[in-house]
T-cell receptor
């Protein structure tokens, strides 16, 4: 079983739609990253959070430590949001290694 | 804004050759990392480095891999004798502390022929 599971694997939506990507994990963590990977391959860190909620522009990330679950929301989605969104956790059980989810490929159609 | 840089952006090499991938972490960061992403697969941790020594490594990071901080700014990943299966995107990252946010370089695409 993967230690970090993301859903959905693929998501296609129309411009303007509210997007939710989910991440569940099975290990003890000190924090969780949401990252964005564009088709060119580069990885950009969007958020790191260990509790509650963070907001940056149209992006909102929430985490529920008790339920071992995090969500990334995008409001008023735009075609430039099309990318792979990756959840990665800092694993307390394995010397604080970053363990990566498989990513969610998001396509926003105009 | 400070950023992590990596060179080269693309490296093509013959099987069996040695390659060195270079990274310049953010200057006040103390922890450095290498990750690998084989095409179509998820990112995998290779190694973390602090205080001039490896602090953690994965089972992927076998004897053919080594890391070094040869001067105050560069952080390198060496693959001694490349195999076809080493073809991947290699990302360097750095962070202020072990629990802090990691910042990623743009990656080096390694192609082994």
């Amino acid at each position: 079983k993967n230690e970090v599971e993301q859903s959905p694997q693929n998501l296609t939506a129309q411009e303007g739609e509210f997007i939710t990507i989910n991440c569940s994990y099975s290990v003890g963590i000190s924090a969780l990253h949401w990252l964005q990977q564009h088709p060119g391959g580069g990885i950009v860190s969007l958020f790191m959070l260990s509790s509650g909620k963070k907001k940056h522009g149209r992006l909102i990330a929430t985490i529920n430590i008790q339920e071992k679950h995090s969500s990334l929301h995008i409001t008023a989605s735009h075609p430039r949001d099309s990318a792979v969104y990756i959840c990665a956790v800092i694993n307390m059980d394995s010397n604080y290694q970053l363990i990566w989810g498989a990513g969610t490929k998001l396509i926003i159609k105009p | 804004e400070p950023e992590v840089t990596q060179t080269p952006s693309h490296q093509v090499t013959q099987m069996g050759q040695e390659v060195i991938l270079r990274c310049v972490p953010i200057s006040n960061h103390l922890y450095f990392y290498w990750y690998r992403q084989i095409l179509g697969q998820k990112v995998e941790f290779l190694v973390s480095f602090y205080n001039n020594e490896i602090s953690e490594k994965s089972e992927i990071f076998d004897d053919q891999f080594s890391v070094e901080r040869p001067d105050g700014s560069n952080f390198t990943l060496k693959i001694r004798s490349t195999k076809l299966e080493d073809s991947a995107m290699y990302f360097c990252a750095s962070s202020r502390g072990y629990y802090n946010e990691q910042f990623f370089g743009p990656g080096t695409r390694l192609t082994v022929l």
